[in-house]
Protein backbone atom coordinates (compact mmCIF):
# COMPACT_ATOMS: atom_id res chain seq x y z
CA UNK A 1 0.00 0.00 0.00
CA UNK A 2 1.27 3.30 -0.73
CA UNK A 3 2.21 5.15 2.67
CA UNK A 4 3.61 8.98 3.05
CA UNK A 5 6.04 8.74 6.67
CA UNK A 6 7.42 11.88 8.29
CA UNK A 7 10.19 10.31 10.87
CA UNK A 8 11.68 13.44 12.38
CA UNK A 9 8.94 15.60 14.68
CA UNK A 10 9.63 16.98 18.25
CA UNK A 11 7.21 17.07 21.43
CA UNK A 12 6.70 19.59 23.66
CA UNK A 13 9.39 18.91 25.78
CA UNK A 14 12.15 20.09 23.18
CA UNK A 15 13.29 23.61 23.08
CA UNK A 16 11.17 26.13 20.58
CA UNK A 17 8.37 23.50 19.95
CA UNK A 18 5.21 24.83 20.14
CA UNK A 19 3.07 23.61 23.29
CA UNK A 20 0.43 21.71 20.79
CA UNK A 21 2.23 19.39 19.87
CA UNK A 22 1.20 16.53 21.56
CA UNK A 23 0.55 13.08 20.74
CA UNK A 24 -3.26 13.82 19.69
CA UNK A 25 -3.08 16.77 17.91
CA UNK A 26 0.64 14.81 16.27
CA UNK A 27 -1.80 12.55 15.10
CA UNK A 28 -5.17 14.75 13.95
CA UNK A 29 -2.57 16.97 12.24
CA UNK A 30 -0.97 13.77 10.28
CA UNK A 31 -4.29 12.51 9.06
CA UNK A 32 -5.39 15.88 7.98
CA UNK A 33 -1.95 16.28 5.95
CA UNK A 34 -2.14 12.53 4.08
CA UNK A 35 0.41 11.09 6.48
CA UNK A 36 0.17 7.55 7.40
CA UNK A 37 3.06 7.12 9.59
CA UNK A 38 4.85 9.53 11.78
CA UNK A 39 7.48 9.39 14.52
CA UNK A 40 6.76 10.28 17.61
CA UNK A 41 10.13 12.30 18.55
CA UNK A 42 11.80 12.52 21.84
CA UNK A 43 11.41 9.37 22.79
CA UNK A 44 14.74 9.92 25.39
CA UNK A 45 12.60 12.51 27.45
CA UNK A 46 11.25 10.53 30.39
CA UNK A 47 7.69 12.52 30.29
CA UNK A 48 7.40 12.49 26.89
CA UNK A 49 8.32 8.56 26.55
CA UNK A 50 5.77 8.08 29.61
CA UNK A 51 2.77 9.37 27.70
CA UNK A 52 4.13 6.93 24.74
CA UNK A 53 3.66 4.48 26.95
CA UNK A 54 0.44 5.78 28.24
CA UNK A 55 -1.39 6.91 24.95
CA UNK A 56 -0.45 4.69 22.44
CA UNK A 57 -1.20 0.68 21.77
CA UNK A 58 0.42 -1.65 19.40
CA UNK A 59 -0.45 -1.28 15.43
CA UNK A 60 1.64 -3.85 13.61
CA UNK A 61 4.92 -4.67 14.18
CA UNK A 62 6.96 -2.00 15.44
CA UNK A 63 4.03 0.82 14.99
CA UNK A 64 1.12 2.29 17.10
CA UNK A 65 -1.78 3.69 17.18
CA UNK A 66 -3.34 6.23 19.69
CA UNK A 67 -5.74 4.44 21.96
CA UNK A 68 -9.38 4.88 21.51
CA UNK A 69 -9.82 5.61 24.82
CA UNK A 70 -9.34 9.30 24.10
CA UNK A 71 -11.18 12.64 25.02
CA UNK A 72 -14.44 13.38 22.60
CA UNK A 73 -12.62 16.07 21.14
CA UNK A 74 -10.66 13.61 19.67
CA UNK A 75 -12.30 11.04 18.93
CA UNK A 76 -14.71 13.55 16.77
CA UNK A 77 -11.50 13.61 14.26
CA UNK A 78 -12.15 10.36 13.10
CA UNK A 79 -8.12 10.93 11.24
CA UNK A 80 -6.66 10.08 14.21
CA UNK A 81 -7.02 6.75 14.69
CA UNK A 82 -5.93 5.86 11.17
CA UNK A 83 -2.27 7.58 11.93
CA UNK A 84 0.92 4.91 12.68
CA UNK A 85 3.67 6.12 15.15
CA UNK A 86 7.06 4.75 14.55
CA UNK A 87 9.34 5.35 17.84
CA UNK A 88 11.72 7.84 16.69
CA UNK A 89 13.95 10.51 18.54
CA UNK A 90 17.19 12.92 17.84
CA UNK A 91 20.08 13.38 19.77
CA UNK A 92 22.63 16.29 19.77
CA UNK A 93 26.64 14.75 20.07
CA UNK A 94 28.71 17.69 20.74
CA UNK A 95 32.40 15.94 21.15
CA UNK A 96 35.78 16.66 20.55
CA UNK A 97 37.51 14.40 17.25
CA UNK A 98 40.10 15.21 14.90
CA UNK A 99 41.30 18.02 16.41
CA UNK A 100 38.00 19.75 16.32
CA UNK A 101 34.65 20.02 18.46
CA UNK A 102 32.00 18.16 16.40
CA UNK A 103 28.44 19.01 16.59
CA UNK A 104 26.27 15.92 14.86
CA UNK A 105 22.07 15.43 15.17
CA UNK A 106 21.15 11.76 14.79
CA UNK A 107 18.28 10.44 14.32
CA UNK A 108 17.06 6.93 16.28
CA UNK A 109 14.44 4.57 15.04
CA UNK A 110 13.63 1.92 17.24
CA UNK A 111 11.59 -1.25 16.81
CA UNK A 112 9.59 -1.55 20.10
CA UNK A 113 9.31 -0.10 23.33
CA UNK A 114 11.73 -2.26 25.13
CA UNK A 115 14.47 -1.46 22.55
CA UNK A 116 13.61 2.35 23.85
CA UNK A 117 13.60 1.77 27.83
CA UNK A 118 16.95 0.06 27.12
CA UNK A 119 18.54 2.99 24.87
CA UNK A 120 16.97 5.45 27.65
CA UNK A 121 18.16 3.86 30.46
CA UNK A 122 22.31 3.65 28.52
CA UNK A 123 21.98 7.12 27.23
CA UNK A 124 20.75 8.37 30.99
CA UNK A 125 23.80 6.92 32.38
CA UNK A 126 25.89 9.23 29.73
CA UNK A 127 23.98 12.45 30.15
CA UNK A 128 20.26 14.66 31.50
CA UNK A 129 17.66 12.88 29.26
CA UNK A 130 15.37 15.53 31.07
CA UNK A 131 16.46 18.56 30.07
CA UNK A 132 15.33 18.77 26.51
CA UNK A 133 13.38 16.14 24.34
CA UNK A 134 16.06 16.41 22.03
CA UNK A 135 19.19 16.05 24.18
CA UNK A 136 22.87 17.19 24.22
CA UNK A 137 25.31 14.55 24.88
CA UNK A 138 28.89 14.20 25.00
CA UNK A 139 28.93 11.25 23.02
CA UNK A 140 30.77 10.70 19.88
CA UNK A 141 28.30 9.35 16.73
CA UNK A 142 30.18 5.99 16.15
CA UNK A 143 29.57 5.08 20.21
CA UNK A 144 25.84 6.12 19.92
CA UNK A 145 25.36 3.50 16.73
CA UNK A 146 27.14 0.78 19.20
CA UNK A 147 24.77 1.24 21.93
CA UNK A 148 21.56 1.20 19.97
CA UNK A 149 22.73 -1.78 17.43
CA UNK A 150 23.45 -3.65 20.91
CA UNK A 151 20.47 -3.34 22.19
CA UNK A 152 18.69 -4.31 19.42
CA UNK A 153 20.36 -5.00 15.64
CA UNK A 154 16.82 -4.01 14.17
CA UNK A 155 17.60 0.07 15.68
CA UNK A 156 18.55 2.67 13.16
CA UNK A 157 20.86 5.62 13.35
CA UNK A 158 20.67 8.12 10.33
CA UNK A 159 22.28 11.60 10.28
CA UNK A 160 19.64 14.17 10.34
CA UNK A 161 19.31 17.00 7.88
CA UNK A 162 22.91 16.32 7.10
CA UNK A 163 24.15 19.76 5.18
CA UNK A 164 22.60 22.00 8.26
CA UNK A 165 26.18 24.26 9.03
CA UNK A 166 25.79 23.89 12.61
CA UNK A 167 24.45 20.94 13.42
CA UNK A 168 25.44 17.76 11.00
CA UNK A 169 27.75 15.46 9.98
CA UNK A 170 28.92 17.42 6.46
CA UNK A 171 28.10 20.69 8.13
CA UNK A 172 30.74 23.69 7.20
CA UNK A 173 30.88 24.60 10.87
CA UNK A 174 31.51 21.29 12.56
CA UNK A 175 31.36 18.29 10.34
CA UNK A 176 33.17 15.45 8.66
CA UNK A 177 33.94 15.30 5.35
CA UNK A 178 32.39 11.92 5.07
CA UNK A 179 30.59 9.20 6.63
CA UNK A 180 33.82 6.87 7.31
CA UNK A 181 35.73 9.92 9.19
CA UNK A 182 32.37 9.88 11.29
CA UNK A 183 31.78 7.00 12.09
CA UNK A 184 34.87 4.95 11.79
CA UNK A 185 34.88 0.76 11.20
CA UNK A 186 30.74 1.44 11.88
CA UNK A 187 30.44 3.34 8.83
CA UNK A 188 29.14 0.37 6.51
CA UNK A 189 25.88 0.27 9.04
CA UNK A 190 25.07 3.79 8.04
CA UNK A 191 22.61 3.42 4.84
CA UNK A 192 20.78 6.88 4.57
CA UNK A 193 21.13 10.61 5.50
CA UNK A 194 18.73 12.73 6.07
CA UNK A 195 18.92 15.47 3.10
CA UNK A 196 17.56 18.70 5.40
CA UNK A 197 15.27 21.45 4.35
CA UNK A 198 18.43 23.57 2.69
CA UNK A 199 19.08 20.76 -0.16
CA UNK A 200 17.29 18.55 -1.92
CA UNK A 201 18.08 15.18 -3.81
CA UNK A 202 19.70 16.43 -6.65
CA UNK A 203 22.18 18.22 -4.80
CA UNK A 204 23.31 15.26 -2.96
CA UNK A 205 23.34 13.17 -6.23
CA UNK A 206 26.64 15.61 -7.08
CA UNK A 207 28.57 12.93 -4.40
CA UNK A 208 29.47 10.06 -5.84
CA UNK A 209 30.21 8.84 -2.36
CA UNK A 210 26.39 8.89 -1.57
CA UNK A 211 25.38 6.68 -4.07
CA UNK A 212 24.88 3.92 -2.03
CA UNK A 213 23.11 5.78 0.44
CA UNK A 214 19.53 6.51 1.02
CA UNK A 215 18.57 10.12 0.98
CA UNK A 216 15.48 10.67 3.21
CA UNK A 217 12.98 14.17 3.84
CA UNK A 218 11.34 15.01 7.27
CA UNK A 219 9.93 17.36 8.41
CA UNK A 220 11.98 17.90 12.07
CA UNK A 221 8.67 19.81 13.01
CA UNK A 222 8.29 22.08 15.83
CA UNK A 223 4.65 22.82 15.42
CA UNK A 224 1.44 21.09 14.02
CA UNK A 225 1.34 23.23 10.84
CA UNK A 226 4.91 22.07 9.38
CA UNK A 227 4.58 18.43 9.88
CA UNK A 228 5.07 16.52 5.98
CA UNK A 229 6.87 19.75 4.94
CA UNK A 230 9.20 17.17 4.11
CA UNK A 231 8.77 13.81 3.51
CA UNK A 232 8.71 9.95 2.12
CA UNK A 233 5.99 7.86 -0.17
CA UNK A 234 6.53 4.39 -0.09
CA UNK A 235 5.04 1.50 -1.13
CA UNK A 236 5.30 -1.65 1.49
CA UNK A 237 3.80 -3.03 4.45
CA UNK A 238 2.83 -0.94 7.41
CA UNK A 239 5.35 -1.93 10.03
CA UNK A 240 8.29 -0.83 11.50
CA UNK A 241 10.62 -3.35 9.29
CA UNK A 242 8.89 -2.92 5.64
CA UNK A 243 9.70 1.05 6.10
CA UNK A 244 13.40 0.42 7.07
CA UNK A 245 13.74 -2.59 4.37
CA UNK A 246 11.94 0.19 2.14
CA UNK A 247 14.78 2.66 2.63
CA UNK A 248 17.81 0.56 3.14
CA UNK A 249 17.40 -1.55 -0.41
CA UNK A 250 16.19 1.69 -2.56
CA UNK A 251 14.19 -0.46 -4.21
CA UNK A 252 12.21 1.88 -6.51
CA UNK A 253 9.01 0.03 -6.54
CA UNK A 254 9.10 0.00 -2.21
CA UNK A 255 10.73 3.59 -2.21
CA UNK A 256 8.64 5.78 -4.28
CA UNK A 257 9.90 9.50 -4.44
CA UNK A 258 10.46 12.22 -1.46
CA UNK A 259 8.67 15.50 -0.94
CA UNK A 260 10.70 17.69 -0.70
CA UNK A 261 10.92 21.87 -0.11
CA UNK A 262 12.18 23.72 -2.73
CA UNK A 263 15.94 24.09 -0.80
CA UNK A 264 16.10 27.76 -1.45
CA UNK A 265 12.88 27.72 0.84
CA UNK A 266 15.51 26.58 3.38
CA UNK A 267 17.22 29.06 5.99
CA UNK A 268 20.41 27.50 5.10
CA UNK A 269 21.26 27.14 1.49
CA UNK A 270 23.11 30.17 0.61
CA UNK A 271 25.74 31.71 2.26
CA UNK A 272 25.36 35.08 4.27
CA UNK A 273 25.29 37.74 7.21
CA UNK A 274 21.84 37.97 8.63
CA UNK A 275 22.63 40.69 10.71
CA UNK A 276 23.85 42.31 7.78
CA UNK A 277 21.64 41.39 5.60
CA UNK A 278 24.09 39.75 2.59
CA UNK A 279 23.07 37.08 0.80
CA UNK A 280 25.97 35.24 -1.66
CA UNK A 281 25.88 32.68 -4.19
CA UNK A 282 29.03 29.82 -3.80
CA UNK A 283 30.67 31.75 -6.64
CA UNK A 284 30.53 35.58 -5.03
CA UNK A 285 31.20 33.66 -1.32
CA UNK A 286 34.40 32.32 -2.97
CA UNK A 287 34.95 35.73 -4.87
CA UNK A 288 34.83 37.64 -1.01
CA UNK A 289 36.83 35.03 0.24
CA UNK A 290 33.77 33.69 2.85
CA UNK A 291 33.96 37.62 4.47
CA UNK A 292 30.82 39.70 4.84
CA UNK A 293 31.55 42.91 2.68
CA UNK A 294 29.53 45.01 4.91
CA UNK A 295 31.10 44.18 8.41
CA UNK A 296 34.30 41.94 7.81
CA UNK A 297 33.25 39.17 9.86
CA UNK A 298 33.46 35.48 8.64
CA UNK A 299 29.93 34.60 7.00
CA UNK A 300 27.61 31.62 7.61
CA UNK A 301 28.34 29.11 4.72
CA UNK A 302 25.62 27.21 3.75
CA UNK A 303 24.26 24.18 1.63
CA UNK A 304 25.41 25.09 -1.86
CA UNK A 305 28.86 25.93 -0.96
CA UNK A 306 29.58 23.01 1.32
CA UNK A 307 27.83 20.47 -1.37
CA UNK A 308 29.85 22.69 -3.92
CA UNK A 309 33.36 21.68 -1.78
CA UNK A 310 32.57 18.24 -1.28
CA UNK A 311 30.97 16.91 -5.15
CA UNK A 312 33.03 15.10 -7.43
CA UNK A 313 29.97 15.74 -9.94
CA UNK A 314 28.78 19.20 -11.66
CA UNK A 315 25.62 19.97 -10.86
CA UNK A 316 22.83 17.94 -13.15
CA UNK A 317 24.67 14.81 -12.81
CA UNK A 318 24.44 11.57 -10.85
CA UNK A 319 20.72 11.14 -11.26
CA UNK A 320 20.80 7.60 -12.91
CA UNK A 321 18.74 4.76 -11.03
CA UNK A 322 17.86 7.49 -8.36
CA UNK A 323 15.06 7.57 -6.10
CA UNK A 324 13.03 10.60 -7.59
CA UNK A 325 11.81 13.66 -5.75
CA UNK A 326 8.92 15.75 -5.75
CA UNK A 327 9.43 19.67 -5.10
CA UNK A 328 6.45 21.12 -2.67
CA UNK A 329 5.28 24.30 -0.89
CA UNK A 330 2.91 23.95 1.94
CA UNK A 331 -0.76 24.76 1.53
CA UNK A 332 -0.68 27.45 3.81
CA UNK A 333 2.34 29.26 2.32
CA UNK A 334 0.76 29.12 -1.16
CA UNK A 335 -2.46 30.57 0.14
CA UNK A 336 -0.71 33.27 2.18
CA UNK A 337 0.99 34.59 -1.19
CA UNK A 338 -2.32 34.73 -3.34
CA UNK A 339 -3.74 36.94 -0.36
CA UNK A 340 -0.56 38.49 0.53
CA UNK A 341 -0.77 37.90 4.63
CA UNK A 342 1.03 35.74 7.04
CA UNK A 343 0.11 31.77 7.03
CA UNK A 344 -1.52 32.29 10.97
CA UNK A 345 -4.14 35.08 8.88
CA UNK A 346 -7.91 33.50 9.89
CA UNK A 347 -8.19 33.75 5.57
CA UNK A 348 -5.46 31.86 5.12
CA UNK A 349 -6.91 29.24 7.96
CA UNK A 350 -10.10 29.02 6.54
CA UNK A 351 -9.29 28.49 2.93
CA UNK A 352 -6.98 26.05 4.26
CA UNK A 353 -9.38 23.88 6.35
CA UNK A 354 -12.31 24.24 3.32
CA UNK A 355 -9.89 22.77 0.96
CA UNK A 356 -8.55 19.93 2.84
CA UNK A 357 -12.11 19.24 3.67
CA UNK A 358 -13.34 19.17 -0.01
CA UNK A 359 -10.51 17.72 -1.35
CA UNK A 360 -9.36 14.83 0.99
CA UNK A 361 -6.35 15.81 2.51
CA UNK A 362 -3.11 18.58 2.44
CA UNK A 363 -1.12 16.33 -0.10
CA UNK A 364 -4.36 15.15 -2.38
CA UNK A 365 -4.56 19.07 -2.75
CA UNK A 366 -0.87 19.25 -3.44
CA UNK A 367 -0.17 16.62 -5.28
CA UNK A 368 -3.41 14.87 -6.75
CA UNK A 369 -6.41 16.45 -7.41
CA UNK A 370 -6.78 18.58 -11.00
CA UNK A 371 -7.52 22.00 -11.75
CA UNK A 372 -11.02 21.53 -11.98
CA UNK A 373 -11.92 19.72 -8.42
CA UNK A 374 -9.81 22.47 -7.08
CA UNK A 375 -11.30 25.55 -8.48
CA UNK A 376 -15.03 24.46 -7.29
CA UNK A 377 -13.22 23.68 -4.08
CA UNK A 378 -11.47 27.34 -3.95
CA UNK A 379 -10.66 30.85 -6.12
CA UNK A 380 -9.29 30.11 -9.20
CA UNK A 381 -6.26 32.55 -7.96
CA UNK A 382 -5.59 29.70 -5.20
CA UNK A 383 -6.27 26.46 -7.42
CA UNK A 384 -3.91 28.59 -10.11
CA UNK A 385 -1.11 29.02 -7.34
CA UNK A 386 -1.46 25.16 -6.53
CA UNK A 387 -0.68 24.49 -10.05
CA UNK A 388 1.97 26.47 -10.08
CA UNK A 389 3.75 24.90 -7.09
CA UNK A 390 3.07 21.24 -8.74
CA UNK A 391 4.64 22.75 -12.16
CA UNK A 392 7.74 24.10 -10.41
CA UNK A 393 6.58 27.71 -11.50
CA UNK A 394 7.52 29.65 -9.10
CA UNK A 395 10.43 32.07 -8.02
CA UNK A 396 12.55 31.60 -4.71
CA UNK A 397 14.55 34.02 -3.21
CA UNK A 398 17.18 31.29 -1.30
CA UNK A 399 17.27 31.41 2.37
CA UNK A 400 20.30 32.19 4.20
CA UNK A 401 22.27 32.08 7.88
CA UNK A 402 18.97 30.77 9.76
CA UNK A 403 16.77 33.04 7.68
CA UNK A 404 14.35 31.39 5.98
CA UNK A 405 13.88 31.79 1.99
CA UNK A 406 10.97 33.77 0.35
CA UNK A 407 8.66 32.74 -1.92
CA UNK A 408 6.97 34.71 -5.03
CA UNK A 409 4.09 32.54 -6.81
CA UNK A 410 2.13 35.82 -7.96
CA UNK A 411 5.17 38.05 -8.94
CA UNK A 412 2.39 41.15 -9.60
CA UNK A 413 0.31 40.76 -6.45
CA UNK A 414 2.33 42.22 -4.02
CA UNK A 415 5.94 44.22 -3.45
CA UNK A 416 9.22 42.32 -2.04
CA UNK A 417 9.76 43.13 1.01
CA UNK A 418 12.99 42.71 3.42
CA UNK A 419 14.59 41.24 0.63
CA UNK A 420 18.50 40.37 1.63
CA UNK A 421 21.04 42.15 -0.71
CA UNK A 422 21.93 39.36 -3.30
CA UNK A 423 25.50 39.70 -4.99
Known amino acids: MKIIADLHIHSKYSRAVSPEMILENIGIWAGKKGIQIVGTGDFTHPQWFNEIKTKLEPAGPGLFVL ?23 EISSIYSKGGKVRKIHNLIFAPSIEAVEKINTKL ?48 SMSGFDSIEECFDEMAPHIFAIETGLSSDPAMNWRLSKLDKISLISNSDSHSLQKIGREANVFDCELSYDAIIDAIKSRDPEKFLYTIEF ?38 TIGTMSRIDKLADRPAGQGSENKIPFKSLIPLDEIIADVYGVGVASKAVKKDYENL ?18 LNKATS ?21 DGEYGKIKIFKDKKEEINQPKLF
Not at 69 to 83: E, G, I, Y
Not at 262 to 282: A, K, Q, V
Not at 356 to 373: M, P, Q, S
Request: proline share 5%; aromatic share 8%.
Open 67 to 89: KHQMSDKSVRHLMFNTTRFMLTT
Open 124 to 171: GWIGNLKSDGRPILGLDSKELLKIILDIDERCVLIPAHAWTPWFSIFG
Open 262 to 299: FPEEGRYHYDGHRLCSISMSPEETKKNNSICPACGKKM
Open 356 to 373: VKNIGTEFNVLLEANYED
Open 380 to 400: PEIASGIMAVREGRVELIPGY
